[in-house]
C-alpha cells in the first residue's frame, strides 16, 4: 500500500506561505520580480522610446518591438508590452498572499509589519506599472479584489467602470500601510524598503490621480504632504542630495544616501541575479541598460585605424537602441556649462581603451597602432562636440596645435533623420565596467526613487496649489547643486550657482518636465511623466521633440492589452476587454 | 476424453534437422511423456525430417510432424497410434482406381530450399492418387505415375510452402519450396504471454530480426520507420544518438506522453531510452495497436506498446556467431548558401548600412571567398560489432553476447558509442520447474549532443571572410560585421579539441529473472522480477574565452540523474481444451515501484583548464546546485480469457485494474475493460481446402485504455524555489547588497479531481492469406476517442499564476486505416524469387472538445476540429509586386513585402487575420521493402513514404534561425528573394524588417512535407554450403549496404532544404523561442548537422 503514497521530496505545497520561511520567500520573489520592470529590454523599450528624450538608434529601427513603439505603430503582440503584463500579476499574487496570510503566521510583530509593509509596496508600485500603461486592470485574480488567488481562473476581471479609481486606492491604500509601517530607514548598503520609499511614490501616485479621469479635490496636497514629509526630515529618514550630481550614477558609489529605492543586482554574480546567460539574454530579469544606449563608438577611424577594434568594458556593447533626441541635447540640456547634469548624463568624450590582454598580440597591434597616431591609452579618441561652433574651431587647428583625436560637430552626429554618422553622445548613467565582458548585462543595481525626485514632485504639486515661489525654490536646491564639480573655486562655483537660479514667473508643466529630463533623464520614467499628464503627444509630435512621432492618436496614452492575454483568456467577445483604439 | 485432451496439450520443444522420423518420435516421446505404436510399414520410420517447435502443444506439433507424411494418430489410453493415411484411404476406397493404373512414367528431381540446397524428406505426392515418395539426403527424389494421365506432384515438407507442379512431358523437375511464413509467424506475442497467430483477435503487427538488419542503424527505432503500417516514426535530431517520436495510431494526449510503453521481454521498459537497446539482440518486435490488445496493458497502454523479444538460447550444438559492419558516411548535401557574389548582391541591397570590414574588401579585390561548410564538414563513420554464443542441452540453455556500435557525423565532437553485454539462461529443474534470467547491460556515451551547436557559424558567417591567418592560424573572430565580435570561428573546435566536452555517459543495467512452476499439465505459475536501473552523467565543459565562451571565463557543469524500477508479477496461466471448446486464462498481479532523481551542478572560471567537470569546487564564480525527485508506484490486477470453438470462433475478454500513486487519494484505481472476437473463416468447411483462398480471418475488438502521463505529485500542487526561462531552470534569488536570498513561487495549482485520460478504441480487421498463404496480408479500420484529456491550461497573465494548470478537460479522436500486404511476387525453378513487404496506412487525429465552448486556445495552439499539429498563422499569399504599390500601402506594406491573407476583410492586417493553415499529419504514409535472391544473392530496397502535410521549416523563418533573415549582416540560406527585376512570390526583399507584422516572417516556412525516401539497399552474398564445409562455419553472409542513398521525391528540396524530415521538436533551441505558432508538439525542420548517407560493408558468420 505504500507504494501508492506520494511524498514530494523537493516542493512545498501553498501552505508553505503560510510559515514564516513561506512568507519571506513569498516577498524575496516579489522584489525579484521587480527585475522584470526595471533592466531587461521591454521595460527599458516601454519607458524610453517614443518620449521627447529618446528616440531609437539604427538597431532600434532594426528591432521591431522598439520601432512600433517608437513610432506608435503598435499592435498587440509587442514583446515589450507584455513585459509588465506577463510578470506583475504573478508577484502581485504573492503580495496578497503575504497580505492574506501574515496575520496567522507566527512571527514577531514588528517583523510581521514590516514584511507586510514590503508587501504592500511592492503591490503597489506592481500596479502602477500597469495602470500606467494600459489604464484600469484586475483587482481580482480570481479569489477576490486583492485576495490570493488559488484557483484555476481564466476570467479577465477588467470590466466595471469604477476600476481605475479602486486601482489608484487600492496603490494609495498600501502606500499610506507602507509609509507607516516600514522602518524610518533602509540599511546602509543595501536596498530594502523603507518609510521613505512608500513617501516617494505615495507623493507620485497622488499626483498622477490628480491628472486622472478619477482624480480628488485633495490629491496634488497629498502629493505635496507627502513630499514634503520627506524632504523635511531627511536626517530622520537617512537620506540627503550629494553634494556631486555626477556622484548619484557612479557605478560603485550605487547605495548612495541620495537613492531611496533601487531594484538589486549585484556584480559579476549570474546566480544572484537570476540571469542565465549575461552575454546574450535581453529579456528576463537582466539589467541591459549599460548596453542598450550605447551608439556605434566602434565605427570610428582615424586614418584607418579603428579605435576601438573590440569593444571595451566601460562603453559596452553598442546595442543603438535609444537615441537622444535633438530636443534633449540642445533644448533641455541647452546650457551645457553651468549645469554639470549634461556631462554626467552623456558620454560626449571617448577614451583610447582595450578589452586586449597586455602582452597578446592583438594589444601590441592596438597599441602600435594607436601610437601611429600619436596617442596612447587613456588618451581622447573621439569628441562629440556641443555645438557647430565649437568643433568648427577645434577642427580648424593645425600644426601642433592640431587636436589627434576626432572631433563630430552636432550635425555630423547621427539621428534618424540624418545617418551620416553612428554616433551620438550615448546616456552613460548605466555602464558599468564591472562585467566578465563587455557583451554582459549590468550588475549594478537600477534606480526607483531617488531624493532629487522628491523634490521635483513636491515642486509640482506646489505650483498645481499655486505656490510657485515654493516650487522655484525647491527646483532651486536641485540647480545649485546640479552647478557643483570638482575642483570649481567657490567665485567660479557660485557664478555657476547665480546662472542657474530660476525664479516662480518661469515656473509650468513644461518646464517642470523639462526640469525632469535634466534631472532624471533616461531613467525609465519618462513615457509615463508624459502620458500620465496628458503631455505625451504635445511633447512628442505638436511641439516635434521627438520627429520620428508623426501618427500618434489620442487612444495612444495606453498600451494596448497583449495578445497573449486575450488569446489566454475563456471570455467571449474578447474585443471588449481591449483597450480603444487597437480593437 | 480429458486424459487425452490433458495429453495432447503437454508442451514441447524439439528442434531437429534432417534426422530420422523414428528418432523425433523417440524425443517426443522423453519430451512428453508418451508413448508412440506404430507399424515401421506403414510410416516409413527411416525417412528424414525437420522440425522446429518451441514451447508448443503437443498436439500441434504432432500436426506439424504428421500431416506431410500423412500419417493420422489416435490416442488410445495413454498410447498414440500412428498409422499411414495411404493404407487407410486405400482401405476406404471401394472404388477401385488403383485397379485401372496400367504402365508406369517416371519422373525424377530434386527438392531444394531457396538457397538452393537440397531439402531432405520432403514428401512428393501424386495429386488425385495416395501415392507418394520421399526425397533423399540431397533432396532428391524419383516417383512413378500412369502414363498418359495428366500428372501432378504436390511437394511438400514441414516449414515450407507446399506447391504443385504439373509434369508434363518433363522427365525431370527440380522444385525450389519457398519458407512458409504463415508457419515461421506463427507465434504472435501478445503480452504477458504468446498465442498461435490464428487465435490472435487483437490488431497486431509483427517484425523479425532480418527485416530490421535491412537497416543498419543505432537504434531499432530508426529501422522500424515505415515497415510497420500504423507505427509513425519521426526522427527529432540529425546527430548521432538522437531520437525519435513514435506514435502509435496518431495522439491522444496534449501534455501528457504520447509514446507508446515498450516492453523487453516482458518487462516494461521505463524511460523509454531506446538506445539502450541493442538491435543485434532482438529476435522480433510485435506491436500491439489497438484496445483490445492494449488493455492488458491498462494505465500504460493507450500509446500502443511495443513488444521487443530478444534472441535465447535454442537447444543443440553450441553456436557462435558475429554480426557486424563498418561504413562510411557523408552528408546528403551542403544546405544551399550564397556565394561570395550573391551574398555581396543581398548585402549591397538590404538594409544593413555598415560598411565592409578590411578583410572582406581584400577579398572583394582578390576574388578570395571561404567555404565554410568545406572546411567543416568530414566524413563520418559508423560501426557495429557483436558476438554471440548461444546453445544447450534441452534442459539448460544459454546466450552470451557483447555488442560494440560508434556512430560519428561530419562535425566535429559529435558521436554515439554504446558497448552491451548481455546473458540469459534458462533452466529445467525436474518436470515442474524452470527458472531463467536475462540481462541487458548497456554503456553508452553521446557526445556533442547538449551545446548549441555551431551550424549558424557554419552557413551565415561571411563567404568574404578568411578562415586562416597567413601564418595558417584558424581567425579566432571571423565575423563580418562589428556587432558579432563574440562569434568565434566553429573551426576552432577542431584545432582546439580540448576546449569543450559535451558528454553524456550512460549506464544502464536491465535484469529479469522467472520462475516457472507447471503446477498440473494445464496450470502454470510464473514469478517475474524485473530490475532496472540506469545512472546517466551529463558533464560540460568549455575553456575561458574558447568558442562556446567567447570572451568569458571558463565554465563546467554536471547532471547526474539515476533511476531505478523494480517489478514483480504473479502470473497463472491455465489452458484447458474440451472437444472442439478451447479455453486460455491468464492472471496477473503486479506491483511497480521505480524513482528517479538528479543532482545538478555548475560553476564557472574554474581555477585550471584541466580540472574540466571534476572539481566544481574550484569555480569562483556563479556557482549552483540544485536537484530533483519523483517517485511513483503502480499495483495492478489483470485477468485474460481466451475462448476459442473448433478454431473457428474466438473470442478475449480482459480486464485490468491498476492503481497508481500519482493520483489523488481516493481516485487511484481505475479499470480498463476489453473485449474482441475472431472468426477464422476459412476454417469453415464452405472455405476449407480452398485453392484460392489459404486464410481468412475477421476480428473486431473495443477496449478501455489510460495514459499514465501524470506527473507524479501532479495533484497536490507546488510552491517551488525556481522559474522558468525558457527550458532552464532559474532559482529564485535576490539580493540586498551582498546578501543573497531565495524565494519561491507557486507554480501548479492542487487538482484532487485529476485523473488519466481515457480512450475508448474499437477495432475491425481482416486477415487473409491467398495461394496457401503466397499473398498474405491485413486491413484494418479503427476509431478512437479519448475523453478526459490532459491539458495544461496556460491561465491568463492575470490569474496571478504563471505554470501550466494541468487538469482533465480536452476530448480527442482518432481513425484511420491501415493496409499491409506480403507477397512472393516471382518464384522461379531457377532459383530466383522475389518477394514485396508494403504496408500503408494513415491516421485522422482531431481535437474534438476543450473546456466549455472554447473552440480555441491561441496560446497553448490548440485549435478544435483540428488536428493537435494545427499550425494557426496569417497566411501569406505572395509578395506584394509594382503594380500592386497602392493596395499593399493600404496595408501599410510595400512592394517586395510579404502580401498576408486579409482573411476578415476589414482593409488592415491584424491578429484576427490569422486561421489554421495547415498540420503536420500525412495524408497517408507506408513503406515498402522488395527483396529479392538469386542462388547465393539476396538484394533488398527498403522505401519509406510520407505523403502530405505541412512541413515547418525553422530554417526559412527569420525569427526562429536567423537563417533567411535578408538583414545583409550575415550570409544565409539561399533563398528567391524579391527584387524589380524578380518578381517572385517566395521571399520579400532584404530588409531588416521584414513585414510590418512583426511574426509574419514565419509564413516564409511553411511547406510541402511529402517525401519518399530510400532508406537502405542492401546487397548481401551467401557463401555457398560447399565453401562452408570446408571451413567448418555454418552460414556466412557477406553484404553491403548503402543507407538513405536517395530521396526520391520532396518538394522542399526545390526550395532550398536539404532533408524533409524533422531534425528537432517544439521551440527549444529556436532564437527567442522560436515562431511561436506551432505547438511545441510539432516536430520541424532546424539548423543541424545535416543528414549523412553511407556505405556500409558487413558481415554475418555463424559456426
Redesign the interface.
Known amino acids: 500500500r505504500e ?12 501552505d ?2 503560510k510559515t514564516s520561511d ?1 512568507l ?9 520580480g521587480m527585475r522584470y520592470d526595471f533592466g531587461p529590454q521591454g521595460a527599458l523599450i516601454l519607458a524610453n522610446v517614443g518620449t521627447d528624450e529618446f528616440s531609437f538608434g ?1 538597431q532600434g ?2 528591432t ?2 522598439t ?2 513603439l517608437g513610432t506608435y ?1 503598435l ?5 515589450a508590452i507584455g513585459t509588465p ?6 508577484n ?3 503580495c ?1 498572499a503575504v497580505v492574506e496570510f501574515a496575520p496567522s503566521v507566527s512571527l514577531d510583530a514588528t517583523s510581521k509589519a514590516r514584511v507586510v509593509g514590503e508587501a504592500r509596496y511592492l503591490r503597489a508600485l506592481y500596479y502602477l506599472l500597469l495602470v500606467q500603461n494600459f489604464g484600469a ?2 483587482l481580482d ?2 479569489s477576490g479584489e486583492l485576495k490570493f ?6 476570467k ?3 470590466l466595471g467602470t469604477d476600476l481605475l479609481e479602486k486601482n489608484y486606492k487600492a496603490m494609495i491604500d498600501d502606500l499610506i500601510f507602507a509609509s507607516e509601517n516600514l522602518p524610518d530607514q533602509r ?1 546602509a ?4 524598503l523603507s518609510k521613505v520609499a512608500a513617501l516617494h511614490l505615495l507623493s507620485r501616485v497622488y499626483l498622477y490621480r490628480a491628472y486622472s479621469t478619477v482624480k480628488q479635490a485633495s490629491d496634488f496636497q497629498n502629493a505635496y504632504n507627502a513630499a514634503k514629509q520627506v524632504i523635511d526630515n531627511k536626517a530622520k529618514f537617512g537620506v540627503d542630495l550629494l553634494q556631486d550630481y555626477g556622484d548619484v550614477h557612479k557605478e560603485g558609489n550605487d ?1 548612495n544616501k541620495e537613492v531611496i529605492f533601487s531594484i ?3 556584480p ?7 540571469v ?1 546567460n549575461p ?1 546574450t ?1 535581453f529579456a ?1 530579469k537582466v539589467n541591459i541598460s549599460c548596453n542598450f544606449f550605447v551608439s ?1 563608438y ?2 570610428v577611424t582615424k586614418s584607418g585605424k579603428a579605435f576601438f577594434p ?2 571595451v568594458l566601460q562603453y559596452g556593447r ?1 546595442l543603438r537602441q535609444f537615441l537622444p533626441t535633438r530636443w534633449t541635447l540642445d533644448v533641455a540640456f541647452a546650457d551645457k556649462f553651468n549645469d554639470s547634469r549634461f556631462m554626467h548624463t552623456f558620454r560626449d568624450t571617448y577614451y583610447v581603451a582595450t ?1 586586449y590582454t597586455k602582452g597578446t598580440a592583438d594589444y601590441d597591434t592596438y597599441v602600435s597602432n594607436m601610437a601611429s597616431l600619436g596617442l596612447t591609452l587613456g588618451d581622447t579618441a573621439f569628441y562629440l562636440a556641443p555645438t557647430e561652433e565649437i568643433a568648427k574651431s577645434m577642427k580648424a587647428l593645425t600644426g601642433s596645435a592640431a587636436k589627434k583625436y576626432v572631433v563630430f560637430a552636432p550635425s555630423e552626429m547621427y539621428t534618424n533623420q540624418n ?1 551620416v554618422n ?1 554616433i551620438y553622445p550615448a546616456l552613460k548613467k548605466y555602464e558599468a565596467v564591472n562585467r ?4 554582459d548585462v549590468s550588475g549594478r543595481p537600477f534606480v526607483v526613487a531617488k531624493l532629487s525626485e522628491v523634490y521635483l514632485l513636491a515642486a509640482e504639486a506646489a505650483m498645481a496649489l499655486g505656490k510657485n515661489d515654493e516650487a522655484a525654490q525647491l527646483i532651486n536646491v536641485l540647480r545649485t547643486r546640479a552647478a557643483y564639480r570638482p575642483n570649481l573655486t567657490s567665485a567660479d562655483l557660485n557664478a555657476r550657482i547665480a546662472k542657474n537660479q530660476i525664479t516662480a514667473s518661469v515656473i509650468n508643466l513644461d518646464f517642470i518636465l523639462d526640469e525632469r529630463t535634466r534631472e532624471l533623464c533616461g531613467e525609465s520614467i519618462r513615457w509615463a511623466d508624459l502620458a500620465l499628464r496628458g503631455k505625451l503627444i504635445d511633447r512628442t509630435k505638436t511641439k516635434g521633440y521627438n520627429p520620428d512621432v508623426t501618427t500618434i492618436s489620442n487612444f495612444h496614452y495606453l498600451r494596448p492589452i ?4 486575450l ?4 471570455e ?1 467577445n474578447k474585443s471588449q476587454f481591449q483597450n480603444e483604439g487597437y480593437k | 476424453n480429458s486424459f487425452t485432451q490433458d495429453l495432447l496439450n503437454r508442451t514441447v520443444s524439439l528442434r531437429v534437422d534432417n534426422v530420422e522420423f523414428k528418432q523425433v518420435l523417440n524425443n517426443l516421446e522423453k519430451a512428453a511423456d508418451v508413448k508412440f505404436v506404430y507399424s515401421s510399414k506403414a510410416i516409413q520410420p527411416n525417412r528424414k525430417v525437420s522440425i522446429h517447435a518451441t514451447e508448443r502443444k503437443l498436439s500441434e506439433v504432432l500436426e506439424m510432424v504428421l500431416r506431410p507424411l500423412q500419417i493420422n494418430y489416435q490416442v488410445v489410453g495413454g498410447q498414440i497410434i500412428l498409422n499411414s493415411q495411404e493404407i487407410e484411404k486405400i482401405n476406404n476406397d471401394n472404388s477401385g482406381i488403383n485397379s485401372t493404373i496400367s504402365a508406369d512414367q517416371t519422373v525424377k528431381g530434386k527438392v531444394t530450399d531457396e538457397n538452393g540446397a537440397g531439402l531432405p524428406g520432403a514428401n512428393i505426392l501424386l495429386k488425385g492418387t495416395s501415392k507418394g515418395v520421399s526425397s533423399n539426403a540431397n533432396g532428391e527424389f524419383s516417383i512413378t505415375y500412369p502414363s498418359g494421365t495428366n500428372a501432378i506432384l504436390v511437394i511438400s515438407s514441414v516449414g515450407y510452402i507446399t506447391q504443385e507442379v504439373t509434369v508434363g512431358s518433363r522427365t525431370v523437375i527440380n522444385i525450389s519450396l519457398l519458407t512458409d511464413n504463415k508457419a515461421l509467424a506463427e507465434v504472435v506475442v501478445v503480452g504477458y504471454g504468446t498465442q498461435k497467430k490464428s487465435d490472435v483477435t487483437g490488431s497486431i503487427a509483427s517484425i523479425n530480426d532480418k527485416a530490421l538488419k535491412e537497416v543498419p542503424t543505432s537504434n531499432m527505432v530508426s529501422a522500424l520507420q515505415g515497415r510497420v503500417a500504423g507505427l509513425e516514426i519521426q526522427r527529432t535530431g540529425s546527430t548521432p544518438g538522437s531520437g525519435n517520436q513514435i506514435r502509435i495510431r496518431g495522439e491522444r494526449s496534449i501534455n501528457g506522453s504520447n509514446d507508446p510503453l515498450v516492453v523487453l521481454d516482458g518487462i516494461p521498459f521505463e524511460g523509454g531510452n531506446l538506445n539502450d537497446i541493442n538491435p543485434n539482440d532482438i529476435a522480433s518486435i510485435d506491436v500491439l495497436k489497438d484496445a483490445s490488445a492494449t488493455a492488458i496493458y491498462g494505465s500504460r497502454g493507450a500509446n500502443g506498446v511495443i513488444l521487443v523479444t530478444t534472441k535465447r538460447g535454442k537447444s543443440g550444438e553450441t553456436k557462435v556467431s558475429y554480426n557486424g559492419y563498418h561504413g562510411i558516411t557523408n552528408i546528403i548535401s551542403k544546405y544551399p548558401v550564397y556565394n561570395a557574389t550573391q551574398y555581396q548582391a543581398m548585402r549591397n541591397l538590404s538594409v544593413y548600412s555598415s560598411g565592409y570590414l578590411a578583410p572582406e574588401l581584400e577579398s572583394i579585390a582578390t576574388g578570395r571567398t571561404t567555404d565554410w561548410q568545406d572546411l567543416m564538414y568530414k566524413s563520418g563513420y559508423i560501426t557495429d560489432h557483436n558476438i554471440t554464443a548461444s546453445g544447450g542441452k534441452d534442459d539448460n540453455l544459454f546466450t552470451i553476447g557483447g555488442g560494440y556500435f560508434k556512430e560519428t557525423t561530419v562535425l566535429p565532437g559529435q558521436d554515439f558509442e554504446r558497448f552491451t553485454l548481455k546473458a540469459s539462461t534458462d533452466t529445467k529443474i525436474g518436470k515442474r520447474l524452470k527458472i531463467g534470467l536475462s540481462t541487458f547491460n548497456t554503456f553508452n556515451t553521446i557526445n556533442g549532443q547538449q551545446f548549441v551547436y555551431p551550424m549558424f557559424p557554419i552557413l551565415t558567417l561571411s563567404p568574404l571572410m578568411p578562415a586562416y591567418n597567413a601564418d595558417g592560424n584558424v581567425i579566432k573572430a571571423p565575423a563580418g560585421n562589428l556587432d558579432d565580435a563574440n562569434q568565434y570561428s566553429p573551426l576552432l573546435l577542431n584545432s582546439d579539441p580540448n576546449s569543450w566536452e559535451d558528454k553524456t555517459r550512460r549506464l544502464r543495467t536491465f535484469n529479469n529473472l522467472y520462475g516457472e512452476v507447471q503446477i498440473l499439465n494445464n496450470l502454470k505459475y510464473r514469478l517475474n522480477i524485473g530490475a532496472d536501473f540506469s545512472f546517466q552523467e551529463n558533464a560540460q565543459f568549455q575553456k575561458a574565452d574558447s568558442y562556446f565562451r567567447a570572451g568569458q571565463t571558463s565554465f563546467a557543469s554536471m547532471n547526474n540523474a539515476k533511476s531505478y524500477s523494480l517489478l514483480m508479477e504473479h502470473l497463472l496461466y491455465f489452458d484447458k481444451t474440451i472437444g472442439k471448446h478451447k479455453f486460455g486464462f491468464t492472471g496477473l498481479w503486479s506491483v511497480q515501484k521505480s524513482q528517479t532523481y538528479n543532482t545538478y551542478t555548475k560553476g564557472e572560471n574554474l581555477a585550471a583548464d584541466f580540472i574540466q567537470y571534476y572539481d566544481l569546487s574550484q569555480a569562483s564564480s556563479n556557482t549552483l546546485m540544485n536537484g530533483s525527485e519523483s517517485s511513483r508506484g503502480l499495483i495492478s490486477t489483470m485477468a485474460r480469457v481466451n475462448y476459442a470453438y473448433d478454431d473457428r470462433y474466438l473470442i478475449t475478454l480482459t480486464g485490468r485494474q491498476d492503481e497508481s500513486s500519482v493520483l489523488a487519494v481516493g481516485r487511484k484505481a481505475i479499470f480498463y475493460p476489453a473485449v474482441s472476437l475472431g472468426w477464422n473463416i476459412s476454417n469453415e468447411a464452405f472455405l476449407k481446402n480452398n485453392e484460392i483462398v489459404s486464410n481468412l480471418k475477421l476480428r473486431a475488438g473495443t477496449g478501455t485504455t489510460a495514459n499514465q502521463s501524470i506527473g507524479p505529485y501532479s495533484t497536490l500542487g507546488g510552491v517551488v524555489p525556481y522559474l522558468f526561462q525558457g527550458s532552464s531552470r532559474i532559482p529564485i534569488k535576490y539580493n540586498f547588497g551582498n546578501t543573497v536570498v531565495s524565494g519561491y513561487n507557486v507554480n501548479a495549482l492542487p487538482d484532487a479531481n485529476l485523473t488519466w485520460e481515457s480512450t475508448v478504441g474499437k477495432n475491425i480487421g481482416l486477415d487473409f492469406g491467398l495461394l496457401n498463404d503466397r499473398i498474405t496480408g491485413s486491413v484494418d479500420y479503427y476509431s478512437q476517442y479519448t475523453k478526459g484529456v490532459l491539458y495544461g491550461v496556460t491561465l491568463p497573465p492575470t490569474s496571478g499564476i504563471t505554470g501550466q494548470y494541468l487538469t482533465n478537460i480536452g476530448e480527442m479522436s482518432n481513425y484511420g486505416m491501415e493496409f499491409s500486404l506480403s507477397s512472393v511476387n516471382v518464384q522461379s525453378a531457377s532459383g530466383f524469387k522475389w518477394s514485396t513487404d508494403f504496408n500503408l496506412s494513415f491516421n485522422r487525429n482531431k481535437l474534438e472538445k476543450l473546456d466549455g465552448s472554447v473552440t480555441q486556445n491561441i496560446a497553448n495552439s490548440l485549435h478544435v476540429g483540428y488536428p493537435l499539429t494545427a499550425i494557426y498563422d496569417y497566411k501569406k499569399i505572395g509578395i506584394w509586386q509594382l503594380n500592386e504599390a497602392d493596395v499593399a500601402a493600404k496595408y501599410n506594406s510595400v512592394p517586395g513585402q510579404i502580401k498576408l491573407e486579409d482573411i476578415n476583410n476589414d482593409g488592415k492586417i491584424t491578429d484576427a487575420d490569422r486561421s489554421v493553415i495547415g498540420n503536420s499529419q500525412a495524408n497517408w504514409q507506408g513503406g515498402m521493402t522488395n527483396r529479392f535472391s538469386y542462388k547465393n544473392f539476396e538484394l533488398s530496397v527498403v522505401a519509406f513514404v510520407r505523403m502530405g502535410g505541412t512541413l515547418v521549416s525553422a530554417l526559412h523563418q527569420p525569427l526562429s534561425t536567423y537563417a533567411t533573415i535578408l538583414d545583409g549582416r550575415r550570409n544565409q540560406l539561399a533563398v528567391n528573394y524579391w527584387t524589380p527585376s524578380n518578381p517572385t512570390n517566395d521571399f520579400p526583399m532584404p530588409s531588416a524588417s521584414i513585414s510590418p507584422i512583426l511574426s509574419a516572417g514565419s509564413t516564409l516556412g511553411y511547406y510541402d512535407a511529402s517525401f519518399i525516401k530510400i532508406r537502405s539497399i542492401n546487397l548481401a552474398y551467401n557463401l555457398p554450403e560447399s565453401l562452408l564445409k570446408t571451413v567448418k562455419m555454418s552460414n556466412v553472409k557477406l553484404y553491403v549496404t548503402a543507407t538513405n542513398p536517395f530521396i526520391l521525391f520532396a518538394p522542399y528540396l526545390d526550395k532550398g532544404g536539404i532533408d524533409p524530415e524533422p531534425s528537432g521538436q517544439g521551440s527549444s533551441g529556436l532564437v527567442g523561442g522560436g515562431p511561436g505558432n506551432i505547438s511545441s508538439r510539432n516536430l520541424n525542420v532546424r539548423l543541424t548537422t545535416p543528414s549523412t548517407k553511407g556505405i556500409i560493408f558487413g558481415a554475418n558468420i555463424s559456426f
Do not use: K
Open positions: 507504494v501508492l503514497e506520494e511524498t514530494p521530496r523537493t516542493a512545498f505545497t501553498i508553505y506561505f513561506g519571506y520567500s513569498a516577498v524575496y520573489t516579489a522584489y525579484a539604427d529601427a532594426a521591431d518591438q520601432r512600433e505603430n499592435s498587440p503582440t509587442n514583446g503584463w506577463g510578470r506583475n500579476y504573478s502581485i499574487n504573492l496578497n486592470v484586475p485574480l480570481g488567488n488559488a484557483t484555476p481562473s481564466c479577465f476581471n477588467r540599511p548598503g543595501e536596498f530594502r547605495y538589486e543586482r549585484t559579476l554574480n549570474n546566480i544572484a541575479n537570476e542565465n552575454s539574454d528576463e556605434n566602434q565605427s573590440v569593444r553598442p578589452f545617418r553612428n566578465a565582458n563587455f557583451q497583449p495578445q497573449s492575454q488569446d489566454a483568456t475563456c467571449e
